[in-house]
């Protein structure tokens, strides 16, 4: 039986221990509106929606396939065009089990970890400049016959700092290196790691209607909370026009199809219907074939449709009064004010993503995270300071679904409390108070967290 079949009848009639029984606790349980599962186990991220119609779980297994098909090099009957330079062969190569990638130990294969280039400067709609004979991201590796882009090494950082309890805490940061280049980088080449995310739940965010998410604008600090939201306004290449960016750690993608095919061209060097040319065009790695398109615009929409149709884990514990108290904690330091609990969505072409309440955790803005988070690199309206608030939905599961608790954009923080210490700009006042917070209270927050 295909393993979409076994979710629905676990989803569905909640057989066997892998399931909670929370579901009497209301509607502050269901984060993901009625696409919400009550799943509690290694394969939490990977359900589909409950609510999906038949045709729309068939167009979900089918994206399912697409998602976990690995690519080979061209020619080939199934999944050919791979490279000729690339980062990874498969999507799930990146997002396992839909979820997070972790930091990798071994440079040799960086697993969902890539980097994004630029030189300094904006293309004509407003892009990042691409590193001339790189492009805008580094590909560590290259089919046979071909060479990598570049390897990468890397030391750790560690600093030691404390409470003002006296407790000690390090933070720890990945200082990277490019070696073994196939030609000399340019010496102003500007580079942000960025680790791959989860990918559940993407389809509610997509259909959060625009008018929401810039009613929580506030880029002059105009009610002086010291928080400043800004929207990210990208290039839509079906539309050939600007819209509001939603997806990635900038919000540099308008929807889940260019998201998906900016993936398939960059990270896996697979041609499609949006981004006819090898990211290797114009170097010497370039393969020379006349297949491009090397998937079409169905396979494609598959791929996309499996990340909006996926199910969004419930959240759990929460009449727990410890939990219950941390997120009062939450809301009180301020950490409310971009990672918004309440949004809903609007209209929507696939009717079970219409109209949901949710809960997410994210305001889809760019916020200055200061400069101990800044990349230096700036990505539309976004500068290097600035990142979108990433939703917390589901983050408690991390490490039961994907085996280890790496967050923020590099997977520099080893644990949450590491990722909210890293924590600066606009949130250095929240950060601040939660270091002041007595130890049962921070660890209250850190358990409310866990319970999303």
């Known amino acids: 039986m295909h393993r979409t079949k076994i979710w629905i009848l676990v989803s569905s009639f909640c057989l066997g221990f892998s399931c909670t029984d929370q579901e009497d606790e209301g509607d502050n349980l269901r984060a993901g509106g ?10 939490s991220f990977q359900f589909p929606a409950p609510n999906l119609s038949p045709s729309e779980l068939e167009l979900h297994r089918l994206g399912d396939q697409a998602f976990e098909g690995i690519f080979v090099t061209a020619p080939a009957i199934v999944n050919g065009g791979l490279g000729p330079v690339f980062n990874q062969a498969s999507c799930a190569s990146c997002h396992p089990k839909n979820g997070r990638s972790g930091f990798s130990e071994n440079p040799n294969d960086l697993a969902g970890l890539l980097f994004r280039l630029s030189i300094a400067g904006q293309g004509p709609h407003g892009e990042p400049l691409p590193v001339p004979g790189f492009g805008g991201q580094l590909q560590t590796k290259s089919i046979v016959g071909k060479q990598a882009e570049s390897q990468i090494s890397y030391d750790f950082k560690i600093t030691q700092e404390f409470f003002p309890d006296g407790e000690i805490y390090e933070l720890r940061q990945a200082i990277f290196r490019m ?14 790691a960025r680790l791959a995310p989860p990918v559940f739940g993407l389809g509610l965010l997509e259909f959060v209607p625009e008018a929401v998410i810039l009613k929580n604008e506030d880029i002059q600090d105009v009610n002086t909370d010291g928080i ?70 169905e396979l494609l929409e598959q791929t996309a449709f499996y ?36 949004l809903k969505t609007g209209s929507s072409p696939f009717q079970f993503l219409a109209n949901q309440s949710i809960q997410p955790y994210t305001d889809l803005l760019l916020h200055d995270m200061g400069d101990g988070l800044s990349d230096g690199r700036s990505d539309f309206n976004a500068t290097g300071n600035e990142w979108r608030t990433p939703p917390l939905w589901g983050i408690g599961l991390t490490l039961l679904v994907n085996g280890h608790t790496h967050f923020l954009h590099d997977g520099r923080a080893r644990n949450l409390q590491e990722a909210i210490l890293w924590h600066g700009g606009e949130a ?25």
């Open 307 to 342: 990340t909006r149709s996926l199910a969004v884990p419930a959240s759990r514990n929460q009449s727990d009064p410890t939990i219950q108290n941390g997120k009062r904690l939450f809301i009180k330091i301020g950490c409310e004010k971009c990672h918004l609990s309440n």
């Open 179 to 192: 070696t073994n280049t196939y030609m000399p980088i340019p010496t102003a080449t500007l580079s942000s």
């Open 228 to 297: 400043s939201g800004k929207a990210n306004w990208v290039w839509d290449f079906t539309e050939s026009r600007v819209r509001l960016g939603r997806f990635g750690w900038k919000a540099g993608q308008p929807d889940l199809i260019q998201q998906a095919a900016a993936a398939y061209n960059e990270d896996m060097g697979v041609t499609n219907p949006l981004f006819r040319l090898e990211s290797s065009t114009g170097q010497i790695q370039d393969d020379t074939l006349s297949d491009d398109p090397e998937i079409d615009q």
């Open 428 to 452: 250095i006042k929240s950060r601040d108070a939660y270091k002041n917070l007595q130890k049962s209270e921070r660890n209250a927050i850190l358990k409310f967290i866990s319970s999303l």
């Open 34 to 43: 009625a696409t919400t599962v009550f799943v509690e186990n290694s394969n």
